[in-house]
C-alpha cells in the first residue's frame, strides 16, 4: 500500500513543480512587459492657476519613484523655462538675446544632432548663464531601448556637452517627445540624473507652421501657475517673437524665473540662504 501511494503521489508531485515554472515564468514575463511598457507623457492642464494633474494618466507611482520632475509644488510662484533643441531653425540667438536682456537663467535640452551642428550656441548658452539638458543622442524612442541603448544615448550627449563647453557636468534628462517606460526612468536615475518633463506646453515644434507671437502667448500665459516646467521649442517662431512679452507679463503677474539648479538645491540642500537668486 505504501508503494501504491508513492506511484500516486509522483505524477501529483510533477504537474505541481510543473505549474510553479510555469507561474514563475508567466511573473518574470509580466515583469519584464511592465518595465518597459512605453507612456507618452500627458497631463490635465491647469486652469485658473490650479495645479496640473497626472493622477489619472497611470504612472504617478512610477515619477513619485524614481523623483521624475514636472512642476515644482513647493516653489511658490516660482516659473522654470525650458527649451527642447532637436535642431536649429535660425530661432535660438534670438531667444538667447531675450533671455540675456531679461535676466532669466532657462535650461535647453539638446539632441547629439543639434551638440555637433551648433557648439558656438551650446558654448553661449553656457557662458551666458544657462543649462544644457539632455534630450538624447539621435531622440528615438527611448521606452523601446536596452539599458545599454539607453545608457549611450544619454552618456554621449553629456560627454559632447563637456567636451565643448565649460559645463561639466549635466544633470537633467527629458526622454523624446515625452515617451518613457519605468527602465527610462530607472536607468537615468541610476546614472545619477534627474527626468524632467512639464506643466506648460502646446502643440509649437512643427517649424514651418507659423501662428503668430499672440497665439504662442495665449497658450502659454493660459496655462501658467506656481512652480510651472514650462517646455518651449525652439524652432518656433512664434516662441521667439512672444518670449519677452511672456516673460514681462508674467513677472507682473508676480512669477519670478529660477534655474532648474535653484529647485536642485532648495530639495537637496533645504537652507533658503543657499539659493541664489537671479532677480
Known amino acids: 500500500m505504501l ?3 508513492r506511484r500516486f503521489e509522483r505524477p501529483a508531485f510533477s504537474a505541481f513543480i510543473a505549474a510553479l515554472i510555469v507561474l514563475l515564468l508567466c511573473t518574470g514575463a509580466l515583469a519584464a512587459r511592465s518595465e518597459t511598457t512605453a507612456y507618452h507623457w500627458g497631463f490635465k492642464k491647469s486652469k485658473g492657476g490650479k495645479p496640473p494633474s497626472i493622477a489619472e494618466e497611470g504612472y504617478a507611482d512610477l515619477v513619485d519613484r524614481y523623483g521624475a ?5 513647493d516653489g511658490g510662484r516660482a516659473l522654470y523655462l525650458t527649451f527642447d533643441n532637436g535642431y536649429e531653425n535660425g530661432q ?7 533671455l540675456k536682456e531679461k535676466h532669466v537663467r532657462a535650461t535647453f535640452f539638446v539632441t547629439g ?20 539638458g539632455n534630450h538624447s543622442w539621435s531622440h528615438p524612442d527611448m521606452s523601446a531601448q536596452s539599458v545599454e541603448t539607453i545608457r549611450r544615448e544619454i552618456v554621449r550627449v553629456n560627454e559632447a556637452v563637456a567636451r565643448l563647453t565649460p559645463q561639466r557636468t549635466t544633470r537633467y534628462f527629458r526622454p523624446p517627445r515625452g515617451v518613457f517606460s519605468e527602465r527610462v526612468l530607472r536607468t537615468v536615475k541610476d546614472l545619477g540624473m534627474e527626468t524632467i518633463f512639464w506643466s506648460v506646453a502646446y502643440k509649437d515644434w512643427e517649424r514651418d507652421v507659423v501662428r503668430g507671437a499672440d497665439y504662442a502667448y495665449r497658450n502659454v500665459m493660459n496655462q501658467l501657475h506656481p512652480g510651472a516646467v514650462i517646455l518651449l521649442h525652439s524652432v518656433s517662431k512664434d516662441n521667439a517673437d512672444a518670449l519677452a512679452r511672456i516673460i514681462d507679463d508674467a513677472r507682473a503677474a508676480g512669477y519670478t524665473f529660477r534655474s532648474l539648479d535653484d529647485w536642485r538645491e532648495r530639495r ?11 532677480e
Do not use: C, N, W
Not at 268 to 278: D, H, M, R, V
Open 113 to 132: 544632432h543639434y551638440v555637433k551642428d551648433q557648439p558656438e550656441l551650446l558654448r553661449r548658452m553656457v557662458q551666458e548663464g544657462h543649462l544644457i
Open 92 to 98: 535660438t540667438a534670438r531667444i538667447l538675446d531675450v
Open 69 to 73: 520632475l514636472f512642476y515644482d509644488a
Open 3 to 5: 508503494e501504491m501511494g
Open 268 to 278: 537637496y540642500l533645504p537652507s533658503a540662504g543657499q539659493i541664489e537668486k537671479y
